[in-house]
C-alpha cells in the first residue's frame, strides 16, 4: 500500500476568516486515503479549530504571540525553534503556508528542516507591504526557500510579481472553492421575522469584517441615496470587527436609523443570504473574496467594488454589477438599478450560481491542489 502524503499547514490562527474557512474547507475534504493533513498554528487555534479535531485532523498550536518587529529576539527564536522541532518530528513532504507570517515562518522552519516541498498561499493584495523593507525582506528571503507561490487570483499573482519580485514560471493561479450547495437555500420567512423585517421589505446586505478597507462607510452613504428611492429597504451589515463601534456611530449620523442593522459574526450565513435581495461588497481592495462567491452560489445578484480578483469572480451585467471603489453614488444607482427590477436580479442570480459550479467549486480546488502536492513531490524525488 503506498504511504498516504503528510502535509503541514501553517498558519496564524483558526479564527473565523476567508483563508482560514478555505483552509479548513480543504484540509477536511482531502482523500484521507492519499494524505494525511496536520495544522499548525503559529499564536492560538480558535473556533475551526473544533471542525478539524471532529475530522480526526491534528492541530498544533505553537503560542508565538504579537508578531511586531520590536518583539525580543529571544521570544523570536524560541517559537521559531518550537516550530522547527515540530516539522522535524512530524517530517512531513509538504509545508504549505497560509498568510504573511504563516508563510514566512513556516518557510524558513521547513527549509532548515530539509522538508522536499515548500509552498506559500498568497490569499490577498500586499498592500500592507508597501514601503515596509523589513517585510519585503523577510518576504523575498523566503521566496529564495519556497518551491512554488500560490494565487488564488491572477490579480494577487500580478501583485506579488510587481512587489516580491518573483519570476512568473514560480507562481500558480488557483482559484478559491466552496461547496455551493450549502448556499442554494431557500427563503427563511421566519428567520426574516426573527429579525424584525416586514414581509416583502427589500433586504441588502454586506457579509464582511469590520475593517476599513472592506469600505462599509462607502456603502452606509449610499444607503441615504437607497432609501430615497426605496424607502422600505433594510440593510444588512453581517460580521463584526474593531470597526463595528464607529461605523455604528456613522449609521446614526447619516440619519440612517432602524434600517441599518449591524448583526455581528453569525454562524448561519446561508440562511442570512437567502434573505436577500441585492448582495454588496464595498471593498477598496481584495484578492479574491469568497464573499461574493457565496452569495453567487445563493442566487444572489452582486453589487462589488471593481477591485482586486473581484473581476475574476463576478462578470458585469451577467452576474452583478461592478462600480469604482470609494464611490457612494455609483453603488446607489447600481443597488437601485436591481432593486427596481426583478427579473434582472433573478437572470443574475441563476448566471451567478452557474459561474460558481463551473469555476469555483470545492472539488475542483481539492482536486487541483491533491494533484499539485503530488506533482510537487514527484519532481522533488526526481532531484
Excluded at 233 to 255: H, K, S
Excluded at 327 to 334: C, E, I, R, S
Amino acid at each position: 500500500m503506498t504511504p498516504r502524503i503528510k502535509v503541514c499547514y501553517v498558519i496564524g490562527t483558526l479564527d473565523v476568516g476567508g483563508a482560514e474557512g478555505q483552509l479548513v474547507q480543504l484540509v477536511t475534504h482531502l482523500d484521507p486515503n492519499r494524505f494525511e493533513p496536520i495544522v499548525c498554528c503559529l499564536s492560538s487555534s480558535g473556533p475551526q479549530a473544533k471542525t478539524l479535531e471532529a475530522a480526526g485532523i491534528r492541530v498544533k498550536v505553537i503560542g508565538f504571540h504579537g508578531f511586531r518587529f520590536r518583539q525580543h529576539p529571544r521570544e523570536v527564536f524560541v517559537r521559531l525553534a518550537s516550530l522547527l522541532r515540530f516539522i522535524r518530528q512530524e517530517r512531513p513532504g509538504v509545508v504549505h503556508g497560509f498568510l504573511f507570517w504563516a508563510y514566512i515562518l513556516g518557510t524558513y522552519a521547513a527549509w532548515l528542516a530539509r522538508i522536499p516541498v515548500i509552498l506559500a498561499s498568497r490569499r490577498s493584495l500586499g498592500n500592507f507591504k508597501e514601503g515596509k523593507n523589513p517585510y519585503l525582506r523577510m518576504e523575498r528571503l523566503a521566496n529564495r526557500m519556497t518551491d512554488l507561490i500560490l494565487a488564488n487570483s491572477q490579480a494577487v499573482k500580478q501583485d506579488v510579481i510587481r512587489q516580491e519580485r518573483v519570476a512568473p514560471s514560480k507562481i500558480r493561479v488557483i482559484y478559491n472553492g466552496i461547496d455551493a450547495s450549502r448556499y442554494a437555500l431557500p427563503t427563511d420567512p421566519a428567520l426574516r421575522e426573527s429579525l424584525g423585517i416586514p414581509a416583502g421589505a427589500p433586504i441588502v446586505g454586506v457579509i464582511a469584517r469590520l475593517i476599513d478597507y472592506k469600505g462599509h462607510r462607502f456603502f452606509l452613504e449610499a444607503c441615504q441615496g437607497i432609501r430615497r428611492r426605496n424607502p422600505a429597504v433594510t440593510f444588512l451589515l453581517i460580521g463584526d470587527g474593531p470597526d463595528r463601534r464607529e461605523l455604528e456611530e456613522y449609521a446614526c449620523t447619516l440619519g440612517l436609523g432602524r434600517s441599518v442593522r449591524f448583526l455581528g459574526s453569525r454562524a448561519d450565513i446561508p440562511e442570512l443570504l437567502s434573505l436577500l435581495d441585492v448582495a454588496v461588497l464595498p471593498s477598496l481592495e481584495e484578492g479574491f473574496p469568497n464573499a461574493v462567491l457565496e452569495a453567487m452560489a445563493g442566487a444572489r445578484p452582486v453589487v462589488a467594488s471593481r477591485v482586486g480578483g473581484v473581476p475574476e469572480a463576478v462578470v458585469h451585467g451577467q452576474t452583478g454589477l461592478l462600480v469604482p471603489p470609494s464611490d457612494p453614488p455609483a453603488l446607489t444607482d447600481a443597488i437601485n438599478c436591481l432593486l427596481n427590477d426583478a427579473g434582472r436580479r433573478t437572470e443574475m442570480g441563476r448566471m451567478g450560481q452557474k459561474r460558481v459550479s463551473a469555476l469555483f467549486s470545492l472539488s475542483r480546488l481539492v482536486g487541483e491542489m491533491e494533484a499539485l502536492y503530488e506533482e510537487r513531490l514527484n519532481a522533488a524525488g526526481h532531484k
